[in-house]
């Protein structure tokens, strides 16, 4: 199904060949990737669903590249999180031509369901320069010093929400095709019912057994499933934890207090093996992005029951 606008693209696309890659149509973008797991589940069958970040890259830092912004432009609907997450968003949406995006932070269903977020960004005062400083300098917004934990996508309950939102914006912008996106979205939250309730059984035996997660991101799946998180290295997972923090936490993993940290396949710093050597301690890595997993009908059960088998693989240990 062409419609004009694909000619368009593809003439663009050409021209700009020589400088970059090509450029394929569509129709809904998202910023992360397990925003779009819940878009191509919503838009399968009906229209495509591409991710603007690559797999390994990091939601904290990525700067758009000429082909983004084409993407950007030639999408219906562009999906993600919202200014205080994916700060390099807010230029090409606000861009756009009318109502084509849904920032999923800002609805009014998922508002009231935003967990506050640990800003204290390791206050230990044990250095000299301040953080302040520093952010001021750089004139970074970067969203975990927001008030909100911004990590939405790892709550079932919000991305729900999330389904519905890209299933209203869909019917509206393809009336013809709602027969299919109102079975898709029915499809998308019965395999949810069904996922969220394995998931809530496998973790069960491991609610109790403490542990340190690298950055502080997984407060949603922590709540939903009453794991027992003890704290992480860093809010920012581009600021280094404070010595104080470290030994804090080398403190309470020699004590026993905790049986795994976590590092990240996008972040692994030293400092997570540093501070578990000689404690006993395991390393386990806790996948917030899904890399690996590709855009599919089934993909966000796939990636829940993925981030759910990395807690339950470390924590129940032997
Ligand atoms: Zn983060």
């Known amino acids: 199904m062409l419609h004009k606008k694909t000619f368009l693209c593809a003439s663009f696309t050409v021209a700009l060949w020589a ?33 603007l970040l690559p797999d390994g890259a990091s939601a904290h830092d990525y700067a758009l590249k000429p082909g983004d912004i084409i993407k950007l432009k030639n999408s ?13 968003m807010q230029k090409p949406v606000a861009q756009q031509a009318g109502d084509k995006n849904i920032a999923l932070s800002t609805l009014a269903a998922v508002k009231p369901l935003l967990m506050k977020g ?53 019917v509206e912008l393809m009336p013809k095709n709602k027969a299919k996106l109102d079975a898709n ?4 939250e019965a395999e949810l019912a069904r996922t969220d309730k394995q998931i809530a059984d496998e973790l069960s035996p491991v609610k109790t057994k403490g ?23 860093t809010v920012n997972p581009e ?26 396949p996008q972040f692994r710093p030293a400092v997570v093996e540093a ?23 089934d993909s966000y059960m796939q990636f829940l029951t993925h981030l759910s088998h990395q807690y339950t693989s470390c924590l129940k240990g032997d």
Request: glycine share 10%.
């Open 118 to 170: 640990d800003d204290d960004d390791d206050h230990d005062h044990e250095q000299g320069h301040s953080e302040e400083a520093h952010h001021d300098k750089n004139g970074d917004d970067d969203h975990h010093h927001g008030e909100y934990n911004m990590h939405i996508w790892l709550s079932p309950e919000i991305s729900r929400l999330a389904a519905v939102a890209i299933h209203d914006k869909l």
């Open 211 to 233: 542990y340190f997660v690298f950055h502080d991101a997984y407060g949603y799946f922590e709540k939903q499933y009453g794991l027992t998180s003890l704290g992480h290295f």
């Open 185 to 188: 979205l029915q499809q998308f």
């Open 76 to 88: 219906e609907l562009v999906v993600w999180v919202g200014p205080e997450m994916e700060a390099f």
């Open 19 to 51: 400088g970059t890659t090509v450029v394929a149509q569509a129709d809904v973008v998202t910023s992360i990737k397990p925003l779009g797991f819940i878009a191509s589940a919503i838009a399968d069958g009906v229209t495509k669903t591409e991710v």
């Open 275 to 297: 501070v578990a050597r000689g404690t006993g301690v395991r390393i386990g890595t806790l996948d917030p992005l899904g890399s690996g997993i590709a855009l599919g009908k």
């Open 239 to 264: 600021i280094q934890p404070g010595a104080q923090r470290l030994h804090n936490i080398r403190t309470e993993l020699v004590e026993q207090k905790a049986v795994c940290v976590f590092a990240e």
